[in-house]
């Protein structure tokens, strides 16, 4: 049997801009998706996941299932399905498996990329249980396919940086080439802490990146003149962040906020609230995190402000997680 784990993510800054080709600040946070795999005696793959459910299919089927396009996941499930398909058709290793899949992140809150982390640790665990060496380094090839099917056709890949790597990052995709590729640059270990605020408003990451593209597709102008004011905020708060001058990053933060809720229509009321709520409790900084229009906001605090801050946000309405940020990324537990 093997086991891993691998962290969700937030975005310090620069969600959206990234998928178009804007840099973005990633971070990996304490809350983890664990996996685990045991090979069989026979030729099924189950897939057991709290939250999501069961499923399960035999080889000669798998090899069978096409997952071309966003519209062949039709069931929660299938990106892992299509991961394993793919995994085995890529290192010649096969074997009946029985997958087993836990998360502390909460599978109803969207914006911690706990797609991402499931992504991660089942192919950490492939690799370890077939031993195919595979680096972290390298996940981000694995892994991107995936992630633009689940995204709904377009996606920046970028938190497979940090839950494959973990830290904070600094990402940013190039599609000038004949496959995407994504520049990273790892920032380092810090001391920021962060309160994570959950809305429980469920949104769907493949419903709000198509949004933002259609929007896009009819003004590139303006939408562009949007996503390099992200960027330039991105690469000030890399400045601030490497500078460990929370303060500025928050403000940073807030500006980030302000944006993807006025110019890209990606908040959602419950967000800025959650958000009002952790600055009026001394937080430096707060902002929506991931897709958005429902989903999680990520305050910047202090060992002094983090109790406040979390209880601003549950009176506010949100559920609080206390969370580690910048930690170690996919691993064998
Ligand atoms: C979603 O978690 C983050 C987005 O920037 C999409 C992406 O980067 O693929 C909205």
Known sequence: MVKTSAPGSVFFFGEHSVVYERPAIVAAIGMRTRTEIVKRGDDRISIDSVGYGKAEMNIRELERREYTSPESYKNILDPLFDLIKTFFQKTGFS?????????????????????????????????????????????????????????????????????????????????SGERPKLEKKNLGRHEYMIVIGDTKVERQTKETVPYVASGWEKDKESYGAVFDRIGKIAKEGEK??????????????????????????????????????????????????????????????????????????????????????????????
């Open 95 to 175: 074997s009946g498996l029985d997958v087993r899949i836990s998360s502390d992140i909460p599978y109803m809150a969207g914006g911690m990329s706990s797609s991402t982390a499931v992504l991660s640790s089942v192919l950490g665990a492939l690799n370890q249980l077939a031993g195919k060496g595979i680096k972290t380094g390298e996940f981000f090839d694995w892994l991107y396919p995936f992630q633009v099917k689940i995204h709904g056709g377009k996606a920046s890949g970028s938190e497979i940086t940090s839950s494959s790597m973990g830290g904070y990052n600094v990402v940013r995709i190039n599609k």
């Open 240 to 333: 601030h962040l490497m500078a460990g001058d929370a303060r500025k990053v928050g403000e940073l933060m807030n500006q980030n906020h302000e944006i993807l809720a006025r110019d890209l229509g990606v908040s959602h009321p419950r967000l800025n609230r959650l958000a009002d709520a952790a600055r009026s409790a001394g937080a430096f900084g707060a902002k929506l995190s991931g897709a958005g229009k429902g989903g999680i906001m990520v305050a910047l605090v202090s060992e002094k402000t983090k109790g406040a801050v979390a209880k601003a946000i549950e009176n506010a309405g949100g559920k609080a997680y206390m969370t580690k940020v910048g930690v170690e990324g996919v691993r064998v537990e």
